[in-house]
């Protein structure tokens, strides 16, 4: 496997890893950011069930992407695919939750700093998407 294709496929299971883990930790783990989530009391129950379940979602999507970069079965390039396109849901769908009327992308109760710019969230989310984007372009040069 070329040198292309190998960064290809290690850029995919980076994000592939953040993806499992990222909002495992910042939604639970992570103390300063948990108390924003699942830690957070105002938050009703129905809400914080929405927030357990977008982290196991995102760890299933994770492992997915994780498994096809990984496996020697199938299409190497067409798994790298698939992998890309999975592990890009959850980020994805952070920019369409925050089209939907009523949402907002932090709690008015804390002073989030942005990052260069950006929600902290939208930056990671697109940070992953660049990287996925790099890693498809990365394989399709390898061609």
Known sequence: MGKRRTAARALVGVVGAVTAGGALAADALVPETARQHLGNPRWPGHAKFHDAQYIVMSMLLGGITLRLVTTRRGDPDRNLLAAAAISSTPWLGMYGAAAFPGTELVDEEFD?????GLDPNLFA????LAALGAAVGLSRSAR
């Open 112 to 116: 989030t700093p942005k990052v260069l």
């Open 125 to 128: 989310g697109t940070m992953c």
